[in-house]
């Protein structure tokens, strides 16, 4: 499949969001970081400015939910208008049924992984997903630098979903950049978040573009 940029809205300007969104119209999907101040040491937003977020945005909304107790809120964020709602295994009583639960509302489920969690318990679990969020930092801030270690893991799930020709896209978050994009690409990945990389450039438009291009190029050679 074609690469998909998914800009994160952590780097964009909280206060004029909707020109902000109107900024990566040509992306896929604009990420959008909830974190609660437990499951990360820091605060963003929740349902109410989700709910807006998705009645403005250009693209539709990917959010990454980054909040303990994913089994009670992540519903929440299809019914708010999110497209896709990707929660932590590590915040999850029960995963297959929350997934279940989020594609029953109408969103695609996806399942994120900290550097630390392994993949191995999810693969017999795949179809399952829409996607398998491979965090690239430890989750929590933008403009981190991006953890090489992790590539393993996101060969893994690409040698996995192939062998059993499941349709999960694997999605990486963190330190995502020109300078990174193509690695990762080549490692598996299908979905790209980058924060800083769109947000910092002079031509946001022209950034979700090249990082497009670099992606696509490392995905037509695996
Ligand atoms: O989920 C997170 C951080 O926890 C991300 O979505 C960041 O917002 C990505 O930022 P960059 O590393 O691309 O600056
Ligand atoms: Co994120």
Redesign the pocket.
Request: proline letters at 3%; hydrophobic letters at 40%; aromatic letters at 6%.
């Given at each position: 499949m074609p690469a998909l940029i998914s800009p994160?809205i952590?780097?964009a300007d909280f206060a004029n969001l909707e020109r902000d969104l109107g900024r990566i119209a040509r992306a896929d999907y604009a990420?959008v970081?909830v974190?609660d101040n437990h499951f990360?040491p820091?605060l963003t937003l929740g349902l109410p400015v989700v709910k807006r977020i998705a009645e403005v945005s250009p693209v539709p909304i990917d959010v990454?939910l980054?909040v303990e107790d994913a089994d009670r809120w992540a519903v929440d964020y299809a019914r708010a208008g999110a497209a896709s709602v990707t929660f932590h295994a590590e915040a999850a009583q029960a995963a297959v049924r929350l997934a279940r639960e989020l594609r029953s509302a109408g969103a695609r489920a996806g399942i994120a992984l900290r550097p630390a969690t392994p993949a191995e318990p999810l693969l017999d679990l795949l179809t399952e997903f829409d996607m398998v969020l491979v965090?690239t930092?430890?989750?929590?801030?933008?403009?981190?630098s991006?953890i090489e270690g992790t590539l393993p893991k996101v060969r893994r799930l690409r040698a996995a979903i192939d062998e059993q020709g499941a349709d999960t896209w694997i999605q990486v978050?963190?330190?995502?950049?020109r300078d990174t994009i193509a690695t990762v690409a080549a490692a598996g990945a299908d979905v790209f978040?980058?924060?800083?990389?769109?947000y910092?450039a002079a031509d946001v438009a022209g950034e979700i573009d090249a990082l497009r291009a670099l992606a696509d190029e490392a995905i037509a050679r695996r």
């Open positions: 994160s952590l780097s990420h970081d974190m990360v820091n990454h980054m965090m930092v430890e989750p929590g801030f933008g403009g981190q991006f978050d963190g330190g995502v950049s978040v980058a924060g800083s990389a769109v910092g």
